[in-house]
């Protein structure tokens, strides 16, 4: 097997990872003030699509999370970046919050229920039956249809909420289409990510809380992946998928050092 380059940038997801139901996690506020002194390229990824990344910076500063605006990528980026590439300056119907639709505007998208050319289905706090009609019926009318990410379930201190991946599965049933998912496990959006940051996924590792999400995404776009075991997976649950993280560790407070 060959020998791994050294880690030269960090790629982590937030829920799980840095925060839980809204309280950052012990070592996250010296991991990333550790990144910041370093210098080294650094992103916070998260498959919520409601929040802009002015929005998500406000909200862990306030945690006591200090990540530049910069340094946020969210699946509706990834998203955008995605549609900007497939069909510049197009429309679309959009499911979804101020994360999402500030996304969109911002390359040019106008957003519309007007023959538009894709419906695009994010994360929201209500989701309307009227939406999720108006999106079955543009889906069949020719629509091509993208879902932000594939999360069944998201995180809530009342306990789990449905979330973009089941309102999916809702519209694919009705619609007979399948939608294109832009976030965590795509690959796309560790790369779309990479990007923006100038670093590789050779001399990039991925930390998550997630097997199917987070470890599958960063090994397939060729990082190094860390299993934290402070959210969804735990030290059992690793065997039951058929890949594995290249390392295991309890939080985010044992990668300090790494850095």
Same mark, same amino acid.
């Given at each position: 097997m %060959?020998?791994?380059? &050294?880690?030269?940038?960090?790629?982590?997801?937030?829920?799980? @990872?840095l925060?839980h139901?809204?309280v950052p996690?012990?070592?996250a506020?010296?991991?990333?003030a550790k990144?910041?002194?370093?210098?080294r390229?650094f992103?916070?990824?998260?498959?919520n699509?409601?929040?802009?990344?002015?929005?998500?910076?406000?909200r862990l500063?306030?945690?006591?999370?200090? +990540? &530049?605006?910069?340094?946020?990528?969210t699946s509706a980026?990834?998203t %955008?970046?995605?549609?900007?590439d497939?069909?510049?300056?197009?429309?679309?119907?959009?499911?979804?919050?101020a994360?999402?639709?500030?996304?969109?505007?911002d390359?040019?998208y106008?957003?519309?229920d007007h023959?538009p050319d894709? +419906?695009?289905?994010?994360?929201?706090?209500?989701y309307?039956f009227e939406a999720?009609?108006?999106?079955?019926?543009?889906?069949?009318?020719?629509?091509?249809?993208?879902?932000?990410?594939?999360?069944?379930?998201?995180?809530?201190?009342?306990?789990?909420?449905?979330a973009?991946?089941s309102?999916?599965?809702?519209i694919t049933k %009705?619609?007979?289409?399948?939608?294109?998912?832009?976030?965590?496990?795509?690959?796309?959006?560790?790369?779309?990510?990479?990007?923006?940051?100038?670093?590789?996924?050779e001399?990039?590792a991925?930390?998550?809380?997630?097997?199917d999400t987070d470890?599958l995404a960063g090994?397939?776009?060729g990082m190094q992946?860390?299993? @934290?075991?402070?959210?969804?997976?735990s030290r059992?649950?690793?065997?039951?998928?058929?890949?594995?993280p290249s390392?295991?560790?309890?939080?985010?407070?044992?990668?300090?050092?790494?850095?």
């Amino acid at each position: 097997m %060959a020998e791994r380059k &050294p880690v030269a940038s960090w790629l982590t997801d937030m829920d799980g @990872v840095l925060i839980h139901e809204g309280v950052p996690i012990p070592g996250a506020d010296v991991f990333l003030a550790k990144l910041r002194e370093s210098g080294r390229p650094f992103l916070v990824l998260t498959n919520n699509s409601i929040y802009t990344p002015r929005d998500l910076h406000a909200r862990l500063r306030r945690m006591g999370l200090d +990540v &530049p605006v910069e340094n946020i990528w969210t699946s509706a980026l990834s998203t %955008a970046q995605f549609l900007d590439d497939q069909r510049p300056g197009g429309t679309a119907y959009v499911i979804g919050e101020a994360g999402l639709t500030t996304a969109l505007h911002d390359i040019g998208y106008v957003l519309t229920d007007h023959e538009p050319d894709y +419906v695009v289905l994010g994360e929201t706090r209500t989701y309307s039956f009227e939406a999720m009609t108006k999106a079955v019926r543009l889906i069949k009318d020719g629509a091509r249809f993208i879902c932000t990410n594939p999360d069944e379930t998201g995180p809530s201190a009342e306990g789990p909420l449905p979330a973009a991946g089941s309102v999916a599965a809702l519209i694919t049933k %009705a619609s007979g289409r399948k939608p294109y998912f832009a976030g965590k496990p795509n690959p796309l959006m560790m790369r779309t990510g990479l990007n923006t940051i100038g670093a590789h996924s050779e001399t990039s590792a991925m930390i998550g809380d997630r097997m199917d999400t987070d470890v599958l995404a960063g090994m397939e776009a060729g990082m190094q992946t860390y299993l @934290v075991l402070t959210g969804l997976t735990s030290r059992e649950d690793i065997d039951r998928y058929p890949f594995r993280p290249s390392h295991v560790v309890n939080s985010i407070a044992d990668l300090v050092d790494l850095v």
